[in-house]
């Protein structure tokens, strides 16, 4: 499969354009690193790639047809801050069973514990709570992920370990990641491939 942004226009509240006339094209299985100065973009390419904004201009493609607008959404994301995702009245047992149920191997590739279930998200660690993010957005339907700055936070061990984890989830499962980050010797890393926005 290929995700593919053509053409794309953005620019918040009908300002000056953020994004203007962007392509990018991800295909299924791989790995594709997306980079550029602060404030360029990325992000906001990112959220309209996963259909949370709508472009002014142009259009997301899944093999050349418009995104299904209704039903699970192929294209899932991950930012930075984990907290800002999940309810903070769920424990985290209930959110990560809110879209699937993930077997046991997937809980030990991300290092999930299952003692953090009965637990609230503000009594996990930054990096604890963001493998539980990247996990529910890993369910079965899941065909591509946006990792924006998905480890940007976290130390050198917890970032080796979660890229480890998402490599190796992306070739077994065919999903198409695109690694957005400032972080070149991360990215030279885990991407096969890395465009500049
Ligand atoms: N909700 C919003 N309303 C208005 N402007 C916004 C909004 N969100 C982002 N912007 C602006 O859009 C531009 C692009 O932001 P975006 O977060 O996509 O950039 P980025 O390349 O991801 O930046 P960074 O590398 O710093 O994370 C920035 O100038 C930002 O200030």
Known sequence: MR?????????????????????????????????????????????????????TRGRVLIDGAASPSTGFNPVQLVHQTAIFAVNPRWKIGRIVSEAFAPDESLLQAFGIRRQWFDRFPHELSGGELQRVALLRALAPGTRFLIADEITSMLDPIAQSEIWHALIDVSAKRDIGILAISHDLALLGRVAERTVTL
């Open 3 to 55: 995700l593919e942004a053509a053409a794309i226009g953005f620019g918040f509240g009908g300002g000056a354009p953020v994004l203007d006339g962007v392509d990018l094209a991800l295909e299924s299985g791989r790995i594709l690193g997306l980079t550029g100065k602060s404030g360029q973009g990325k992000s906001t390419l990112g959220r309209i790639l996963a259909r949370h904004l709508l472009p």
